[in-house]
């Protein structure tokens, strides 16, 4: 039974771990994946107006292996990182567990000895995913705290819910997602991603529209008219 989650973990050498440690009044998002692989370019918002460099931040972080000032305004700028190899992620579990991270952003640390981590949403199939994901993290040596659990127990033409996400939509959401398509102001048009997908414009505008409405129905109408209770929450440790 799907379940949407909010999770906040940590570690040494997560995403960003140095460049979160020596600048503590930057704040980080994923902007451009729903999942952050090592072995590509993802793009992240950094907000900040303190001291310190930025780019002298990522240039000495050891889980960053390049990283390329994208677009900038006053107090925020897009960045294209990559990830060292050794860096520990957790993003790459949720894809391989059917699920898809819906937010992803930086968190500050628990205590002042911990590091700074975290804090994402996630989309997975059912709790043993949670469970496994959970189990891995614990495992490397995370901190992992599972911070909000609902669980989604009905599904229905109107409101499909996640585990009506087709492929064909996924993909078309991650491409969209990725090029810009939801940025203000667009980074490409449906003609683009048609071209990119080897699809039309229309295909494109469709499944863009199909799977956003599974994922609001998922992981925003929580309750629904006529609709049993099926939501649940749980604060603690995973």
Not at 32 to 56: A, C, I, L, Q
Not at 171 to 179: D, G, I, K, P, Q
Request: hydrophobic residues 35%; negative net charge.
């Amino acid at each position: 039974m799907a379940i949407i989650t909010e999770v906040r973990f940590a570690h040494e050498d997560s995403a960003l771990a140095g460049t979160l440690s020596a600048l503590p009044a930057l704040e980080a998002t994923v902007v451009s994946e729903t999942s952050t692989d090592p072995d590509g370019d993802y793009h992240f918002r950094f907000d900040y107006d303190g001291d310190g460099s930025v780019r002298e931040a990522l240039a000495a972080d050891h889980t960053v292996c390049e990283a390329t000032a994208m677009r900038e305004s006053e107090s925020s700028r897009l960045w294209g990182i990559e990830f060292a190899s050794e860096t520990k992620l957790l993003a790459p579990l949720v894809t391989a567990e059917s699920g898809f991270v819906l937010d992803a952003r930086s968190a500050p640390p628990e205590t002042d000895l911990d590091p700074r981590g975290w804090h994402e949403r996630w989309l997975l199939p059912d709790r043993e995913a949670l469970h496994d994901i959970w189990q891995h993290a614990r495992d490397e040596g995370f901190t992992f705290d599972v911070l909000e659990l609902h669980q989604r127990g009905r599904t229905d033409a109107e409101y499909p819910g996640p585990d009506a996400l087709t492929d064909q939509q996924r993909e078309a959401l991650v491409a969209a997602y990725r090029e810009g398509y939801f940025t203000e102001p667009r980074e490409t048009s449906l003609e683009e991603l048609a071209d990119s997908l080897d699809i039309s414009a229309s295909a494109v505008r469709g499944r863009i529209n199909r799977g956003l409405k599974a994922l609001v129905g998922a992981g925003l109408v929580l309750n629904r008219p006529d609709a049993d209770a099926d939501t649940g929450s749980e604060t603690g440790t995973g």
